[in-house]
Structure formats: C-alpha cells, structure tokens
C-alpha cells in the first residue's frame, strides 16, 4: 500500500511502475491529477487493485468512473468503490488488518514543498515558496518518495 494523498501531484506517475511494480493498494487522493493521460501512467502496474482519485480534478470528468475502469482494468476498486458501486471491505473490519505480505505493510509519506524561505531577504516571513515547474516539482517529489522504498 502506498499513501500519497494531499501532496499536490499532478503527474510523473510514472515513476511507481520502475519503483513499486507489484504496488495493489494507491491513495493519490487530494492532488493536482486532472485528466486521463495522468492516470494511464498507472497501466502497467499489474497488481493494482484500488486506486484512491478522490478530491483530485480528474474526479469532474464526465464519465470519470467508467473511463478510469476501461484504462486500467487491473482495479477492482476506486474511490473505495467497484463498478457496480459496491464499497470495499474494509481490511479492519472485524478484526486484524490484513497482512500485505513481507515487510511493509503500508508507506504513508507526507512531503511539504510550500516551506516559507527565510534565506531569501526579498521573499517576506508569510511568503509560499513554489517550485518554478509543477512537473519538475511532482517527478522530483515522487522520485524522493519513492528513493526511501
């Protein structure tokens, strides 16, 4: 399982199929994903079973679901739901949570690139500091996240 919600990604996904390639669980829930080509990254990730895409942007699409499911078709599960719009077991319910096999269970990384800059004299104390590009920023990120796996 691998726990990449709310860090403002908005692509270089591709970096998971080299990285992780039997990942089966991805939250990417409260990022800057925004359209299919984004998410077609994820189709050679053969293992796959539930994809989180909740609060990203590509979730206004017209036909989002279906067309997610028709692009990868390894998923059983997303958003937390199947294609009929059935919910997914819950893995604690009713006791332990299921063991993913060896070793790490579930990697939660939280990275925070809008740090204020205090060495910079000309950027004030309540100044956001942003990466100049937004892909650059989201390939550099996963590639961080994903060095520590």
């Given amino acids: 399982q691998l726990e990449l919600s709310d860090n ?3 692509g270089g996904l591709e970096a998971l199929s080299e990285k ?6 991805l939250n990417l829930s409260g990022n800057k994903i925004q359209d299919l080509s ?8 053969k293992n796959l079973k539930s994809l989180d895409l909740f609060n990203c942007d590509i979730t206004s699409l ?22 009929e719009d059935s919910e997914a077991p819950d893995s604690e319910e009713g006791g332990e949570a299921e063991d993913h ?5 579930l990697l939660t990384l939280k990275p ?3 740090d204020t800059s205090p060495e910079d004299s000309n950027v004030k104390s309540s100044s956001t500091f942003r990466p100049p590009s937004a892909n ?7 590639q961080l996240m994903l060095a520590i796996l």
């Fill in 8 to 10: 403002s990604i908005s």
């Fill in 20 to 25: 992780c390639p039997n990942l089966t669980y």
């Fill in 38 to 45: 984004t998410v077609k990254a994820l189709h050679s990730l």
């Fill in 62 to 83: 017209e036909e989002y679901r279906e067309s997610v499911f028709d692009l990868l078709p390894q998923i059983s599960y997303l958003d937390g739901f199947d294609q």
């Fill in 101 to 105: 096999g060896k070793g790490l269970n």
């Fill in 112 to 114: 925070n690139f809008q």
């Fill in 136 to 142: 650059v920023r989201d390939a550099v990120q996963l």
